[in-house]
């Protein structure tokens, strides 16, 4: 049975055409820096968003029209399957993303929940025999149901941090037997509301035991996907304790973990904590923890994470600077964490705006490889920190001086010059990158 009779099999027509169901600038066996698209994006499609996802929001019912809503139940999981496989391959995307409770119904009791979620991964499993998508990652969903109202690790229940320990134990079991290339771990509900009730420090702790426990039993299983960490300042918790990359960064180094976790970088995520995607992706990958992206976009406008499909060709470029800087993603990829707006409501929608997503990323990886390759900003870093290349600045680079010498070298300083930063000048320098990328 076809889920998507009205959507055909979606390819590279390329720029001029008129298809809407078609890749205007992804072209999966185009070469970038050597490099086929396909591989360096690694697209995946996010099973929460796309086939899970019903439209509602604080004010409003669902307003998704879809194929499969005449079910139910676990009827209505194993017909999500079956239509999420059919748009993988008409989409032709290499991967995709989901929660346990995405895929099949969560219940009160723990043991049905597996029971149900075990059925599922067997009808995932022998999908993915023959498909070609695979799975990017799996995760646990640790926020939705009441019982994590007080976080999961962090939770000042004890039974609350054993019952997500069974979650993700599973999670990882699921992982394996599915081949995910990652496991990821977002702390929706990691974090909290007022200190005056919060023991911050046990928190802490317990997040890094579970972590722990988390990286002993992947060993044990042999489970070899790589964990990722997926920083959020906030939204649901007040403040989430994974607030971006650095916070991330310090919380791992202290505890131990840093060798076995990267990042899961979120754009929007990026800018509810007031960075910009590229300045979360750039941290991330000068200390070598760039793992994988949720591709997505927010609205300057509102203050929340309204996870809209990328479309922004300046976002998407300087993202896919730090990707082709960081030599691509490794085992990630880029995961729509996107949903359509509610009021695109047609199953159609789901086709269309995963191309946009697609093509925007196509069209910022070709502009970023330009501009690597002309060397556009690493000349003019270059030039501007040359100051360190010779004389004292070498020796600082060197570790060869010290505040005496230092202090004596200042002593002797005429006048200073600096610099100008250029700035407006390196950003029109971009924009014509942008302008001429596809002028032909
Ligand atoms: C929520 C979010 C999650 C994670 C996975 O903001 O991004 O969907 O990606 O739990
Ligand atoms: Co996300």
């Given at each position: 049975m076809?889920?998507f009779?009205?959507v055909k099999?979606v390819?590279?027509e390329?720029?001029?055409s008129?298809n809407?169901?078609?890749?205007?600038?992804?072209n999966?066996?185009e070469?970038?820096n050597?490099?086929?698209?396909?591989?360096l994006?690694?697209?995946?499609?996010?099973?929460?968003?796309?086939f899970?996802?019903?439209?509602?929001?604080?004010?409003?019912q669902?307003?998704?029209v879809?194929?499969?809503?005449?079910?139910s139940g676990?009827?209505?999981?194993?017909?999500?399957v079956e239509?999420?496989?059919e748009?993988?391959?008409?989409?032709n995307v290499p991967?995709?993303?989901?929660?346990?409770?995405?895929i099949a119904?969560e219940?009160?009791?723990?043991?049905?929940t597996?029971?149900n979620?075990d059925?599922i991964?067997g009808i995932i499993?022998?999908?993915?025999?023959?498909?070609?998508?695979?799975?990017l990652?799996?995760?646990a969903?640790?926020?939705?149901h009441?019982?994590w109202?007080n976080?999961?690790?962090?939770s000042p229940?004890?039974?609350v941090?054993?019952?997500?320990?069974?979650?993700?134990k599973?999670?990882l079991?699921i992982?394996?037997?599915l081949?995910?290339?990652?496991?990821v771990f977002?702390g929706?509900?990691?974090g909290?509301e007022t200190?005056?009730?919060?023991?911050?420090?046990?928190?802490?702790?317990?997040?890094?035991?579970?972590f722990?426990?988390a990286?002993?039993?992947?060993k044990e299983?042999?489970?070899?996907?790589?964990?990722?960490?997926e920083p959020?300042?906030k939204?649901?918790?007040k403040?989430?304790?994974d607030?971006?990359v650095a916070t991330?960064?310090?919380f791992?180094?202290?505890y131990g973990?840093?060798?076995?976790?990267?990042?899961?970088i979120?754009?929007?995520?990026a800018?509810?904590?007031?960075?910009?995607?590229?300045?979360?992706?750039?941290?991330?990958?000068?200390h070598?923890m760039?793992g994988?992206?949720?591709?997505?976009q927010?609205?300057?406008?509102?203050?929340?994470?309204?996870?809209?499909?990328?479309t922004?060709?300046y976002?998407?470029?300087?993202?896919?600077?730090e990707?082709l800087k960081n030599?691509?993603?490794?085992?990630?990829?880029?995961n729509?964490d996107?949903?359509?707006r509610?009021?695109?409501?047609?199953?159609?929608?789901?086709?269309?705006a995963?191309?946009?997503?697609?093509?925007s990323f196509?069209?910022g990886?070709k502009?970023?490889q330009?501009?690597?390759d002309?060397?556009?900003?690493?000349?003019?870093?270059?030039?501007r920190?040359?100051s360190?290349?010779?004389g004292?600045?070498l020796?600082?680079m060197e570790?060869k001086?010290?505040?005496?010498?230092?202090?004596?070298?200042?002593?002797?300083?005429d006048k200073?010059?600096?610099k100008?930063?250029?700035q407006?000048?390196?950003?029109?320098?971009?924009?014509?990158?942008?302008?001429?990328a596809?002028?032909?």
């Amino acid at each position: 049975m076809s889920y998507f009779s009205n959507v055909k099999q979606v390819t590279y027509e390329g720029p001029n055409s008129t298809n809407p169901f078609s890749f205007k600038y992804y072209n999966p066996d185009e070469l970038i820096n050597g490099e086929k698209m396909e591989e360096l994006f690694r697209f995946a499609v996010s099973y929460w968003h796309t086939f899970t996802g019903e439209g509602t929001d604080p004010f409003g019912q669902s307003t998704m029209v879809r194929p499969y809503n005449k079910f139910s139940g676990m009827d209505l999981a194993k017909a999500r399957v079956e239509a999420s496989f059919e748009f993988f391959e008409k989409m032709n995307v290499p991967y995709f993303c989901f929660h346990d409770s995405d895929i099949a119904p969560e219940s009160n009791s723990l043991r049905e929940t597996f029971q149900n979620v075990d059925e599922i991964v067997g009808i995932i499993k022998e999908n993915l025999k023959t498909s070609k998508t695979k799975l990017l990652w799996n995760t646990a969903n640790m926020f939705s149901h009441p019982r994590w109202l007080n976080g999961a690790a962090t939770s000042p229940n004890a039974e609350v941090f054993a019952y997500a320990a069974a979650k993700v134990k599973k999670g990882l079991e699921i992982g394996k037997e599915l081949g995910a290339q990652n496991y990821v771990f977002w702390g929706g509900r990691e974090g909290y509301e007022t200190l005056l009730n919060t023991d911050m420090k046990l928190e802490l702790d317990n997040l890094a035991r579970f972590f722990h426990m988390a990286v002993d039993y992947a060993k044990e299983i042999g489970f070899d996907g790589q964990f990722l960490i997926e920083p959020k300042p906030k939204e649901p918790t007040k403040h989430q304790y994974d607030f971006d990359v650095a916070t991330g960064l310090s919380f791992l180094q202290n505890y131990g973990l840093k060798d076995y976790f990267k990042f899961n970088i979120e754009a929007n995520h990026a800018t509810l904590a007031g960075h910009t995607f590229e300045h979360e992706l750039r941290v991330a990958r000068i200390h070598g923890m760039l793992g994988s992206v949720d591709a997505n976009q927010g609205d300057t406008l509102l203050g929340w994470d309204t996870d809209e499909f990328p479309t922004d060709l300046y976002s998407t470029t300087l993202a896919m600077y730090e990707i082709l800087k960081n030599d691509g993603l490794g085992r990630g990829g880029l995961n729509f964490d996107a949903k359509v707006r509610r009021g695109s409501f047609d199953p159609e929608d789901l086709f269309l705006a995963h191309i946009a997503g697609m093509d925007s990323f196509a069209v910022g990886a070709k502009v970023a490889q330009r501009l690597i390759d002309d060397k556009v900003f690493d000349h003019f870093i270059e030039d501007r920190y040359s100051s360190y290349k010779e004389g004292i600045g070498l020796d600082i680079m060197e570790g060869k001086t010290n505040f005496h010498q230092l202090e004596q070298y200042a002593l002797g300083i005429d006048k200073i010059e600096n610099k100008s930063g250029r700035q407006e000048n390196l950003k029109a320098i971009l924009n014509k990158y942008l302008i001429d990328a596809y002028r032909g």
